[in-house]
């Protein structure tokens, strides 16, 4: 049986990982491929770096990131962050990434998707989407620029068309539950699952070890991600594995 | 000296970083002479079946990849163990035709593409942990199969016949456990 993947997430910023909580308010908490290590020998099933740079200097310390930590990690390791064209992605790829995510350089052309899954096979395109309640019109709508910028694509009907272009995962998450560890946003992540087939990714307000379990109890989705829990030592990935596997999600041990 | 087979299809990065860890020299080449020189071959390859054959004949590759698969360990990873069968669903194309069986989409109620951490079954107490898949399509064939999984249904991980192996998940991204599996392929295989 296919395990429920737990995924640390590590913000990136000019080579140093940081940690945002709802997008805002950074702090540097460490050197990005001792933590990959570390996740690693904690159980990590694979990880994620978000690089948050804003320079092209910055951009250049992420390629170097990679590059050690995939010499040293033989786990999958996806990377997002103002990724724009094929030619980024293939500098990541041929850095040691596994995957990559695309955010707002799919929503501004959503041609990226069909052309980047072609060109390097659907399974290295996961499409990160960040998402938020709109009280006022009743639907979610997708965000771009590190949740700083709405758009008007409402991410039901992105989730639909992304699958449709290519894409071979999803990484949603809920701007709403982001930051307040109150558990995911399953009502968002059961109407995704609802829509597509590709498998997707929660992330989003997980707070202890019963908010993952209670996500793979309550939704079909693939994988848990978090950042500030893991790296505040709030909660391990093995009592997270540990509590879910008791409560009977398929979990991996190491 | 280990010749990774190098036709413009895949990551390799990964799995160059994976043979050096453990100690191995990889060449990453598509020189017919070098391919001839090395001791093992290794066809890696992730992307379309179809692109990938293409690729294959391109540069031509086949006469030469024919000749080696009857001399030397030849192993096949993801798309690569794909390409060792005879014919693929997708692109509807014909693949190297080493071992006998086809190529299909991976259909079911589960999420396509199989991605993620899934258990081996094997008669082979070093191959019962759990490996990373990620593929939409999977090898048929009632031969020749040395592990499996179950994803819905069986899918084939692991096949090997002579001196022919093909590993459908990446070794080189299952941590130990993939470590491990990667050199026992190049230390000679899995003994049934």
Not at chain 2, 138 to 146: A, D, M, Q, S
Request: glycine share 10%.
């Amino acid at each position: 049986m296919i395990k429920k993947r737990i995924i640390p997430c590590l913000d990136v910023r000019d080579g140093v990982v940081v940690k945002g909580i709802q997008f805002k308010g950074l702090r540097e908490i460490g050197d990005p491929v001792e933590l990959a290590k570390r996740y690693n020998t904690l159980g990590a099933d694979e990880l994620v770096f978000l690089d948050i740079s804003a320079t092209h200097t910055g951009n250049a310390l992420m390629l170097d990131v990679i590059q050690k930590t995939a010499k040293e990690l033989f786990i999958p390791m996806t990377i997002g962050g103002g990724l724009k064209s094929s030619e980024d992605i293939s500098a990541v790829l041929n850095a040691g990434a596994d995957k990559v995510s695309l955010n707002s350089a799919a929503l501004n052309d959503p041609s990226l998707i069909n052309e980047t899954s072609e060109k390097f096979g659907s399974q290295c395109i996961c499409i990160a989407i960040d998402a938020k309640w709109e009280e006022a019109e009743q639907d979610w709508y997708c965000y771009t620029h590190g949740g700083k910028k709405r758009t008007d694509v409402k991410a039901l009907e992105w989730v639909k068309e992304v699958e449709a272009r290519g894409a071979g995962e999803l990484l949603i998450t809920s701007m709403d539950y982001d930051g307040m560890q109150q558990g995911f946003d399953h009502e968002l992540l059961k109407k995704i699952k609802e829509t597509v087939s590709i498998p997707v990714i929660a992330s989003g307000g997980a707070g202890n070890a019963r908010h993952f379990a209670d996500l793979f109890l309550d939704t079909d989705v693939s994988a848990g991600l978090a950042a500030s829990i893991f790296h505040d030592e709030d909660v391990s990935i093995h009592e997270v594995k540990d509590l879910c596997q008791l409560k009977g999600v398929p979990m991996r041990h190491v | 000296m280990i010749a990774i087979v190098d036709y413009g299809l895949g990551n390799i990065a990964n799995l160059t970083n994976a043979l050096h860890y453990l100690g191995y020299d990889p060449v990453l080449t598509h020189n017919v002479t070098k391919l001839k020189e090395a001791d093992t071959i290794i066809l890696p390859g992730v992307g379309h079946f179809n692109d990938a054959m293409n690729r294959l004949k391109e540069l031509d590759l086949l006469p030469v990849l024919n000749e080696l698969k009857k001399e030397k360990p030849f192993i096949g990873i993801c798309l690569g163990m794909q390409l060792l069968f005879e014919r693929s669903e997708e692109g509807d194309a014909d693949g190297l035709g080493y071992l006998p069986g086809t190529v299909k989409k991976i259909t079911g109620s589960l999420p396509v593409p199989h991605l993620g951490w899934n258990k081996l079954d094997s008669s082979l107490p070093s191959l019962q942990g759990d490996v990373y898949f990620i593929h939409s399509y999977k090898v048929h064939t009632g031969e020749n199969v040395v592990a499996t999984t179950t994803y819905g249904e069986p899918v084939v991980a692991i096949v090997q016949k002579d001196k022919l192996i093909g590993i459908q998940f990446h070794p080189e991204k299952s941590g130990d456990q993939g470590l491990l599996i990667l050199d026992q392929a190049l230390k000679g295989g899995f003994e049934l």
